[in-house]
């Protein structure tokens, strides 16, 4: 079965950090570009941040430069993405995708987890 | 930075219609170009890659066309279970990548 499971979401207080993690099971993951989409309370979908498969270079949106940092660690499956400085704007649901086909130089996010809430307030 | 519009933001449909989604880009992408389907509380889903190409296991009603700058996406005949927001999204090989505002079908 496939699956993309995120966890790490929680409350956190302005100023705050926390870990996301995206454990990926039943497909491939090495190799294969990843990335961070969130949507806010009743808002569209934003990208945040990506990270190729090989070599690693990464990527960010504006809105999250200098604050968060993708990684990957491709002998346990799993995507990361390190928050820090948190703002009550990046209160959202993040959610995790892996790239459909391997090494075309697209961004097709075929594969999603279920998401995990991340709620900055105080 | 490449900017997606898409139109109409929501629209209202009956099951069994022809529906038609737009997506404009602030500049030629070829066709690097999705779409995606989500229904409330759940993941997306993508639907179309690289503007007309089906994902496994999407029904045939669903379509995509177009290139360079303005894009579409058709469902064919609404059924029930369509009733969901429509997003594009642009692919292109250098990030930041950008979603459309997203499209809201409803009956």
């Known amino acids: 079965e496939v699956q993309l499971l995120e966890s790490g979401g929680g409350l956190v207080q302005p100023g705050g950090s926390l870990r996301l993690s995206c454990v990926v099971s039943?497909?491939?993951?090495?190799?294969?570009?990843m990335t961070w989409v969130r949507q806010a309370p009743g808002k569209g979908l934003e990208w945040v941040s990506g990270?190729?498969?090989?070599?690693?270079?990464?990527y960010y949106a504006d809105s999250v430069r200098g604050r968060f940092t993708i990684s990957r660690d491709n002998s346990k499956r799993t995507l990361y993405l390190q928050m820090n400085s948190l703002r009550a704007e990046d209160t959202a649901a993040y959610y995790c995708?892996?790239?459909?086909?391997?090494?075309?130089?697209?961004?097709?996010?075929?594969?999603w987890g279920q998401g995990t809430l991340v709620t900055v307030s105080s | 930075d490449f900017q997606m519009t898409q139109s109409p933001s929501s629209l209202s449909a009956s099951v069994g219609e022809r529906v038609t989604i737009t997506c404009r880009a602030s500049?030629?992408?070829?066709?690097?170009l999705n779409w995606y389907q989500q229904k409330p509380g759940k993941a997306p889903k993508l639907l179309i890659y690289?503007?007309?190409s089906l994902h496994s296991g999407v029904p045939s009603r669903f379509s995509g066309s177009g290139s360079g700058t303005d894009f579409t996406l058709t469902i064919s005949s609404l059924q029930p279970e369509d009733f969901a927001t429509y997003y594009c999204?642009?692919?292109?090989?250098?990030?930041?990548?950008?979603f459309g505002g997203g499209t809201q079908v409803e009956i």
């Open positions: 995708a892996r790239d459909l086909v391997l090494g075309d130089g697209r961004w097709d996010f075929g594969y």
């Open positions: 039943g497909l491939t993951f090495s190799g294969y570009a």
């Open positions: 990270v190729t498969g090989s070599p690693d270079d990464t």
């Open positions: 500049q030629s992408i070829s066709n690097y």
């Open positions: 690289a503007a007309s």
């Open positions: 999204q642009h692919s292109y090989t250098t990030p930041p990548l950008t």
